[in-house]
């Protein structure tokens, strides 16, 4: 049997991702019958079940994705440690490229939990009214995140097993390092103005977001995401690697950087939720998720801060930049 | 005030050995009026209650309590109709044996966001209307039984709700305090609130009050 597949962590993810997709199937069988018999406004025995029903699979549902937010730190670190055991593989930047189902597979993680936690704010405004109002919606809803999560197991399967530990995989220095060419960065930015563009386009999140523009919310957001992968990536993160030439999203995830990696993504993923949360609740709720408007602006600006520290101690320490 | 139409309550519905609790109730209550549910254990009489009050939601049919369809609210909504619009007294009393009796009348107070000295001066009040203002210290278990259920009475109206329900609130009590329970009843009444009693204590058949008596058996009304 492939090595992989004996790791401790490959055996109790792969695990838990099966028995979340065995919880998510199940609801997903219910689905299509609450969705057709559904109809608030009946009084009769069918409909009370349906309720009830609908009220257990809606709770299976909000289980399952709070446990599949909490498995994408665990995948990134499951295959970091794969690093161990995969000829050439430093970090997990090498692991996630040891194939071509790493890529879209990690895409589409992060696709279906951003798709997950708009499932959920729908499935809260749901429950907190007293006409389960958009019950039919979140249906629908859930069954195009059931279509995603379908192929995301079956990634994760072509994944796991189809790490070779014969062939060695390339590193991350490779992989984003000078010998990739500088020519990365999007839009054909040099570096000076892909960090302008960072810091121009939180200003712009947190203008739109006091102005209460729900689509310039929603665009700087998902703008600033892309923008600040480049900018973590191929600025910031040589700071904390205090290193010019040290360009890794994954390196930073090791303990040798005291996992601030975690921090530094968490903060931005999660802060870029709740802003593009605020934008929906907006813009098609006409609901006003202060919550939601407030943590953004608390996450990202804890991103930008957290970022932009690293740069100033360094500068400080040593009175150069790199 | 309440309307109860078609209710029906089927216990183990999709098994090969359903109850049917209630069979298609319809009832009509008035604001201020006090009825009294009576008849024999397992007729359906706390059910009823426990439909009304939305602790259980029925298997069909509709509850509109103050035109809130209460049948139907999800289970957040549910607790916010109980917390504002219902006090309970119950047959065990379902109280915090090692609670004073004024911690105890508080407690359904404590998430509402009024100041201290409100639920305070509420609570006084309300100890003093159900008669326990003189044990307001003391603990639960400290109380005879009487006492006890006039505490539970003390709590359920410190919310000043508009329905009062009952279920068995004299099972427990000999007959001098079934009377002291009945006299509180009585100027509940008189201070307009909505009275639901399920009971088969036959102290409740001629009350010093108007009520209308409602007869149960294998979960119909028979009278």
Redesign the interface.
Known sequence: MNEVLLSNEVIVYLLSEALLYLLLFLAFMITPMLIKRWN?DA???E???L??RS?LVMTIIWFALILKILLLPYFVYTIDRLSDIVPGAMCAAGIIKANSYGNPLLTLKITIIFLGALWMTLNRLD??????PYTQQKLWFFISIFVLLSVEFGLDILYFTHIETTNPVTCCSVIFGQTAGMNDLPFGLDIHKLLILFYLLYALIVCMTFMEVAIGVFLSSTLFLYIAYYSVVYFYGTYIYELPTHKCPFCMLQSDYYFVGYFVWGLLSVGIFFSVNYAFGKSIFAKEFLLSKKLSLFLLTLFILLCSLYVAIYYLKNGVLL | MITIENINKIYNEKTDNPFHALKNINLKIAKGESVILSGVSGSGKSTLLAIIASLDKPSSGKVIVDKELVSKLPDLHASAYRAKSIGFIFQHFNLLESLSVTENVIAPLIPSGLSMREIEDRANQSMQTAGISHKATQTIRELSGGEKQRCAIARALVTDPKLIICDEPTANLDRDNSLKFIEILTRLNELGKTIIVATHDPLFDSLPFDSRVVKMEDGVIVG
């Open positions: 608030f009084f009769t025995s409909q009370f079940t309720e009830k009220y429950l907190q009214a007293k006409e389960y």
